[in-house]
């Protein structure tokens, strides 16, 4: 095999190892499939800002303590009601109210925030 061929395919390579790498992170479905339908609306309304574990490890919102929904640091109660509310309506200057989604989304949303926040072992 020609040097520059081997270094046409070490390129090929590397370009499609970084591709797969990038897919990861950005919690592509191909590669990390979502377990629920909370999980579904999760990543398509609240991942970007809050990280897909919902640590708030985002550009954005890295080290806002709110933006963390894994910790005991929460604006508002931690119950499915109150989480509900939040997604619904919003937090002034800090989160959009996502009022496109129907009343069944926000439940199943509000349901998965709350196992992300379990799954840390904390409340």
């Given at each position: 095999m020609?040097?520059?061929?081997?270094?046409?395919?070490?390129?090929?390579?590397a370009?499609?190892?970084f591709?797969?790498w990038s897919?990861?992170?950005a919690g592509?479905?191909?590669?990390?499939?979502a377990?629920?339908p909370?999980?579904?609306?999760?990543r398509?309304?609240?991942?970007?800002?809050?990280?897909i574990d919902g640590?708030?490890?985002?550009p954005a919102?890295?080290g806002?303590?709110y933006?963390?929904l894994?910790?005991?640091?929460?604006k508002?109660?931690?119950?499915v009601?109150?989480?509900?509310?939040?997604?619904?309506s919003g937090?002034f200057g800090?989160?959009p109210?996502?009022k496109?989604l129907s009343?069944?989304?926000?439940?199943?949303l509000?349901k998965?925030?709350l196992?992300l926040?379990r799954?840390?072992?904390?409340?």
């Amino acid at each position: 095999m020609s040097h520059r061929r081997r270094h046409r395919l070490l390129g090929a390579a590397a370009l499609t190892a970084f591709a797969v790498w990038s897919l990861a992170l950005a919690g592509c479905d191909i590669l990390n499939p979502a377990k629920s339908p909370g999980e579904r609306l999760w990543r398509d309304n609240c991942a970007k800002c809050h990280g897909i574990d919902g640590s708030g490890n985002t550009p954005a919102y890295m080290g806002n303590s709110y933006a963390d929904l894994t910790d005991d640091v929460w604006k508002t109660g931690g119950d499915v009601h109150d989480i509900a509310n939040v997604i619904r309506s919003g937090v002034f200057g800090e989160m959009p109210a996502f009022k496109q989604l129907s009343d069944a989304d926000v439940q199943l949303l509000a349901k998965y925030v709350l196992s992300l926040h379990r799954e840390t072992g904390s409340r």
